[in-house]
């Protein structure tokens, strides 16, 4: 069916890289933009990143930027984000969506949570 | 960047009640804002698009207005379903934000 699957969430310690995965099945991956969102815990949803569906343009909130790179591999299906030099404030649980109607995200998955702690 | 403010923060409503919950960009966006619903420990849901398209399989008694930097959501009749925490969201300029929230509360 058609669904989005994260993984790679866990336990990290500050100053450490994670990446995290989004499998993709049931559409044509390489037709959309894809999204990644967090949601820290007891608060709300913030836009992370955004690639092009054909991976030429990417985007990224000021608080991730220069420290997130997210990209995808349309031969699997795969949406990725690399997480470095994780801060105690990127925990959070991580979505991805998909990218449609020209910006907004029709299809999400189940979120994949990241803690970073000491 | 494009903030978005939603209003009111939560909201305790009755089931038959007439909801609305208002949505301002500090600065323009057209018409380029989406309504999302969440329910505790789930992901999002998209229910509205372009400001007034719903989506697919979403009930006709959600209803989105606005333009500029002033949107609403409307729900005519709450029903027991739609508890839950709604977000707006602009999509401009290469910007996606995210108004903070309204939990709808049961009174």
């Known amino acids: 069916q058609v669904q989005l699957v994260e993984s790679g969430g866990g336990v990290v310690q500050p100053g450490r890289s994670l990446t995290l995965s989004c499998a993709a099945s049931?559409?044509?991956?390489?037709?959309?933009?894809m999204q990644w969102v967090r949601q820290a815990p007891g608060k709300g949803l913030e836009w992370v990143a955004i690639i092009w569906f054909d991976g030429s343009d990417k985007y990224y909130a000021d608080s991730v930027k220069g420290r997130c790179t997210i990209s995808r591999d349309s031969s699997e299906n795969t949406l990725h984000l690399e997480m470095n030099n994780l801060r105690a404030e990127d925990t959070a649980v991580y979505y991805c969506a998909r990218d449609n109607h020209g910006g907004t995200l029709d299809l999400w998955g189940q979120g994949t949570l990241v803690t970073v702690s000491a | 960047d494009i903030q978005m403010t939603q209003s009111p923060s939560t909201l305790s409503a009755s089931v038959g009640d007439r909801v609305t919950i208002t949505c301002r960009a500090s600065?323009?966006?057209?018409?380029?804002l989406a309504w999302y619903q969440q329910k505790p420990g789930r992901a999002p849901t998209l229910l509205i698009y372009e400001t007034s398209t719903l989506e697919t399989e979403v009930p006709s008694r959600f209803d989105g207005s606005g333009f500029g930097t002033e949107f609403t959501l409307t729900i005519s009749s709450l029903q027991p379903d739609d508890f839950a925490t709604y977000y707006c969201?602009?999509?401009?300029?290469?910007?996606?934000?995210f108004g903070q929230g309204t939990k709808v509360e049961i009174k």
């Open positions: 969201q602009q999509y401009t300029n290469s910007s996606w934000t």
């Open positions: 049931g559409f044509i991956f390489s037709n959309y933009g």
């Open positions: 600065q323009s966006i057209s018409g380029s």
